[in-house]
């Protein structure tokens, strides 16, 4: 009996995934890779919580997905620091509301050979994979009010003769564009 309760259990879970996930219900994970389709990613954006006081940053998840036909290759940098691009929270208040910013960045002192770099280190995302993190949200509000975040996808800031030159040396793209999420809400109350 408790056998069947788990496999009811798991098919309920299976069935979910299914309904949840259009891209599975079509097949197109199991499709054959299109190695001359663009990059297609989604963006998503969520918040550990959503109401919070004056001052207080809360928890913030980035997500990318792979929702084309080809694997492409995003850096593993969650952070907007330097070339490679990264994630960013786009934080838009009421009129007249108060941010403080937080921020960083990187700058590089010697050569790096990007080329090599993307092979050896950077992901590369196949269709229906995800990659993400969460940090705290850099951008904290001071005044109450509604707030509207857009996570964003910074792409890398390559050169054009770089570009060409990844065109021609990988296999797969790298993903080039910068992609954002759907708006979610903060509520700031004292």
């Not at 990059?39 to 809360?58: K, M, N």
């Not at 929270?89 to 002192?109: E, L, Y």
């Not at 509604?146 to 910074?154: D, E, F, K, T």
Request: with cysteine; glycine share 8%.
């Amino acid at each position: 009996m408790q056998n069947r309760r788990r496999i009811g259990g798991l098919f309920v879970v299976l069935w979910s995934v299914v309904l949840w996930d259009p891209h599975v219900l079509l097949g197109q994970c199991s499709l054959p890779i299109d190695e001359k389709a663009a990059p297609q990613a989604v963006v998503d954006v969520s918040l550990d919580r959503e109401t919070v006081r004056p001052g207080e940053a809360p928890l913030v998840t980035f997500r990318i997905t792979n929702r084309g036909f080809v694997p492409f290759y995003i850096p593993k940098t969650i952070e907007t620091f330097d070339f490679r691009g990264g994630f960013q929270a786009i934080v838009t208040g009421p009129p007249h509301a108060k941010m403080r910013q937080s921020g960083g960045a990187a700058d590089h002192f010697h050569y790096v050979d990007v080329a090599k770099e993307i092979g050896e280190s950077w992901i590369l995302l196949w269709p229906c994979d995800f990659y993400g993190g969460t940090r705290r949200l850099s951008a904290v509000p001071m005044s109450p009010g509604s707030y509207a975040i857009v996570g964003r996808r910074n792409p890398p800031r390559l050169g054009d003769n770089l570009k060409e030159k990844l065109r021609t040396t990988l296999k797969f793209p790298v993903l080039l564009d910068a992609i954002e999420s759907q708006p979610i809400r903060l509520e700031v109350r004292e």
